[in-house]
């Protein structure tokens, strides 16, 4: 939660596989009100993208052939302080999914250059307790170990794989390399949070 | 939960803004099935809402220019004791929303007028621990303090606005007075429950 | 959670009361990835229920006069290890709403002939804490008592007919006997949770 980075390497593993022309709403905005961001829409590869320039689309960004980022200058009649979900980013995302953008005014997105390509770090905790990171699995050897709060980690391909209460890693539906236990609240070990370092052991 | 009051200030805040013809359906019942309620649609400057007439509708009537508050005649083929959501005023309101309504049963609404016109208690703790109360915000001076369950609250305009971590009271985007943590959840504060009492200090 | 057989019951109640051709996508499968299961769609009396054959429609083809049920062939371009929700029924599901579904390859049910036909066990806790069991409440006596993990429950029409914080068991609006506490958690009563035995009493 509250956090750009992380969400930067979710939207780029979530987003993919949709058809082209698809229009993600994206807005993990902990500075909103504040005016310290811009309102973008970026096209990356036929795809809009839409909330604020703080790092959400550096990753997507980075792995796109082609992107073009556009200031947002339209302006609700109202503007609530804290909620620019509704009121801002909704209707636009609803106008590129009808009658496309063109946003005139070209901006220079915000670079986040010394962020990583793959983030080795626990970037989300799902309903289940599922803790992913921000590894692209693939990049992973499967038999490798992962280590994360002092806790160890053997590969499995599936929940069915590992006797019932184990804790295992596997490439998730999303190709992130994920930290969960079969019929279990991974999240739950001690140490297993947003931000916790996930190191990956030959 | 469980509480017409508190959902009648909740009503009042929410439904403003959408485009006239809008249905509301709602339903905080907790005498649902004991025939103490009669189940109304209530017609306010053009919108509807949908539901028992247990107080849940007083503030927007009391609020609007015009209302017309209609017996709900109709029966569906099987009610349930306990889920007149889904069986009743679900049906009705997608019935409001797409053919009008004209309930020929005119009823006097049942009034709640020892309640005021804005309810200085926490009606509602959302996802986050925000804890909403029943005051509107514009009645009240920005730089006013905010006491609740002996904890005090300065204003700021944005979560942004205050450090991490930081308690505070703001105009939130439906127009309450609501008290927040940047980056953390208000209503883990000792009293902060819904019915706590909520004092503006000058 | 986990638990085709409480499912199995859930579906089965749940289900009742859709319009012939509604179409379910149930999907509880801890074996998912591990090749156990034969994907299937099970046409029962008109509607379609989709999902891996691992007992989840046990109930539901038992208590139907006309029952077909197909193996899935079809594959997506990719099927994620551990997601056939979204990548195998979820597409088989909007095909059999949108195109119906002619299974050319008709395959034996597995049967779970040993399942009761109503379930004396809590088979779900929803959101507010009430303890659904798999008994047809139709098939108790309304005057009964039922007890479950050591507590006793007596019955009434619906939550107002109790003081607040009173267990009691009702008739549930799917028609299942459900355990539950007026504006309270009854699942916060020591021993509540699935699989927990459900005692009916004369």
Redo the contacts between chains.
């Keep these: 939660?509250?956090n750009p980075k992380s969400t930067a390497y979710l939207i780029a593993a979530y987003s993919a596989?949709f058809p082209q022309g698809s229009v993600f709403f994206c807005v993990v905005d902990?500075?909103?009100?504040?005016g310290?961001r811009t309102p973008v829409v970026v096209q990356c590869d036929g795809n809009y993208f839409v909330g604020p320039d703080n790092g959400q689309f550096e990753i997507i960004r980075r792995r796109a052939a082609q992107t073009r980022t556009s200031r947002i200058t339209w302006q609700p009649k109202?503007l609530?302080?804290?909620?620019h979900g509704?009121?801002l980013y909704a209707p636009i995302s609803a106008r590129c999914a009808t009658a496309g953008f063109d946003g005139l005014e070209l901006v220079e997105a915000t670079r986040f250059e010394d962020w990583p390509d793959d983030l080795a770090e626990i970037v989300y905790v799902d309903h289940y307790g599922n803790a992913m990171s921000g590894l692209r699995a693939e990049l992973v050897a499967r038999d490798a170990h992962v280590n994360c709060a002092a806790h160890q980690f053997a590969s499995a391909?599936?929940?069915?794989?590992v006797p019932r209460g184990t804790a295992f890693w596997?490439?998730?539906?999303n190709g992130l390399l994920e930290l969960a236990v079969n019929?279990g609240h991974a999240a739950q070990m001690p140490g297993l949070s947003i931000g916790a370092p996930v190191h990956v052991i030959r």
Tied chains: 1, 2, 3.
């Design positions: 939660m509250w596989g902990p500075d909103v009100g504040s310290a109202e609530s302080a804290s909620f509704r009121d391909a599936t929940f069915a794989k596997y490439c998730n539906s019929q």
